[in-house]
């Protein structure tokens, strides 16, 4: 099967879906009932549940899917580590260490963030974060000590988050779990649109990184060979991952486990290491994931909404795993 015929059938995928996503829930609406909302001949129930509630949350887990997938792409190559993902660089664990002020050190955290919300206060974490990375990444030639620099700022930022969580009273701690847990229904209006946007953007910078890319894969030195220059092409990959990520966060909080496991479903099923067919492959793979991932969150079957974490942890972990034991294809 060629590789265009593959992309047109994850398209296709892709649309189903996104419809699914629109009819399936709590309550099962047609899909001619769905059409008649857009042609705004639907009931007012209908509007107000396709609109408000399912549509956003469609448009939310695309985006978030199509984020991390390219972002966990792109650090797999960076660091030539095929369990590399976009959050061991410790930007999102910073992010995450700011909503956990925001949210739990109560009036500080509110004059902190000028009561701004949750995804000023992670956009303002991920921009920290990634600000020190850039600072280290001249410091630290090696892309393994610098990964290894960054698992241990996310334990440094973890065990603060950790402090903060016990000195919590319980209903702020609440919702911090809550959140922790990863929504894609807290996204609406016009963040939204700035969510969408955002990540369309950056993966669309990521045309511009696909021949250094290509030329990582085999060493810096290859890489400086070929015309690459290897230090300006880590700090634009570093951005490029700081900045799907690190968006993704602000408005989801931390969703696990797609950018770890979605690029190397594409490797395997395109069957090709060329990072312009993994970018493509990656941004309807991601997205395929997390619209399956929410449409099993919202069955009937539950008595209420499942959090999107535990449903990308439960198939994420063990696909994961099933991978590394069948796939012959490395980093080394």
Not at 231 to 250: D, E, H, M, Q, Y
């Amino acid at each position: 099967m060629n590789l265009g015929l593959k992309y047109l059938l994850l398209f296709l995928l892709l649309l189903v879906l996104f419809v699914l996503d629109l009819v399936l829930g709590t309550t099962y609406i047609a899909p001619g009932k769905v059409l008649e909302v857009f042609e705004e001949h639907g009931s007012v129930t209908e509007t107000i549940v396709i609109l408000g509630f399912r549509l956003p949350k469609a448009i939310a887990a695309l985006s978030a899917g199509m984020g991390l997938s390219v972002a966990g792409m792109l650090m797999q190559t960076f660091f030539r580590n095929p369990l590399a993902g976009p959050y061991v660089l410790g930007v999102n664990s910073l992010s995450s260490l700011a909503v956990a002020v925001f949210m739990l050190a109560g009036g500080a955290g509110s004059a902190l963030f000028l009561q701004l919300g949750v995804p000023f206060a992670a956009c303002a974490g991920a921009f920290l974060g990634l600000v020190l990375l850039l600072i280290l990444s001249h410091k630290i030639k090696s892309a393994t000590h610098l990964l290894l620099v960054g698992m241990m700022i996310g334990f440094l930022a973890g065990a603060l988050q950790s402090v903060l969580e016990y000195m919590a009273n319980p209903s702020e701690l609440k919702n911090f779990v809550i959140w922790n847990m990863a929504s894609l229904s807290n996204v609406t209006g016009k963040d939204l649109l700035a969510f969408f946007i955002l990540v369309l953007f950056s993966c669309i910078l990521c045309l511009f990184s696909i021949k250094p890319l290509n030329a990582l894969m085999l060493g810096d030195e290859q890489a400086s060979l070929l015309g690459v220059n290897v230090k300006f092409a880590r700090n634009f990959i570093l951005i490029l991952v700081a900045l799907l990520s690190g968006i993704t966060t602000a408005y989801c909080g931390p969703v696990g486990f797609v950018g770890l496991a979605m690029p190397h479903t594409i490797r395997m099923l395109l069957r090709t290491t060329h990072h312009l067919h993994q970018l493509i492959g990656c941004m309807l793979g991601g997205a395929i994931f997390m619209l399956t991932c929410d449409i099993i969150s919202n069955l009937p079957v539950f008595d209420n909404t499942l959090p999107i974490n535990v449903i990308t942890s439960l198939f994420g972990a063990p696909f994961v795993i099933w991978l590394l034991f069948k796939s012959k294809t490395n980093f080394e």
